[in-house]
């Protein structure tokens, strides 16, 4: 594989962009737009995974979401790292379809809107060539809906300081088994290496990727 690029689209037709060099733009994406929602509003949660105010995947994020609402959807986000949540214990208290144990915010704030939403977009920096704990913390709490989470559509979007042509490959496979898990529906892929601190993301194209991401559902 080319170092300077990996370019893939979706069996949905959507984009997804990975540049090593932060900054540097090497294709437009392609508008995606009526293959996603079809031209109807969707409620779509975001649920970001950065320990930092103001990060790298922040950037992401807000401009992701500023496209989404550009479009007529209805985004609702949840920022991980600074929510009352605890991981999930496998007491099986839920039974894959009830309650959680803990009636934290995950319980109380997100899963009433994941079970109404029809796109989730997980939102991480690179933590050891995976999503921070504080975004896999959520994932493991799907558990306690596992069934009524099936069937919807997904969009990964990361941020990292490497720029090898494999930073990204462990987060991408676990999500894509999430993915095939789940049996959501990847609609496209942000991931922005080389980006370690927030001014080099902002002078990339890829809060515009983001933007142009969410606009075109």
Known sequence: ???????????????TLFLSGCGNILTRAESA????????????????GSPHREGTSDV?????IEG?????????????????????QGCDHCGMDGDCIFNDAISQKLMP??????????VTPLYYYGMSAQLKTV???????????HGKKSILMATAWNSADWTMEALVHHYETLVRYMEWTDV?????????????IE?????DQAYRLGASL
């Open 203 to 207: 002078q990339s194209q890829f809060p």
């Open 139 to 149: 994932v493991d709490r799907f558990y306690s809906r596992t069934g009524r989470l």
């Open 68 to 88: 989404a609402q550009s479009a007529g959807h209805n985004v609702f986000r949840f920022d991980a790292a600074f929510e009352d949540t605890h991981p999930c």
């Open 1 to 15: 594989m080319d170092r300077r690029e990996f370019l893939k689209w979706t069996g949905a037709g959507a984009l």
């Open 188 to 200: 496209g892929q942000v991931l922005a290496v080389g980006c370690g601190y927030r001014a080099l």
């Open 33 to 48: 737009s009526g293959i996603v929602g079809g031209g109807k509003p969707m409620n779509i949660v975001v649920v970001t």
């Open 113 to 122: 809107k994941m079970l109404e939403m029809d796109l989730i977009v997980l």
């Open 60 to 64: 992401l994020a807000d401009q992701f």
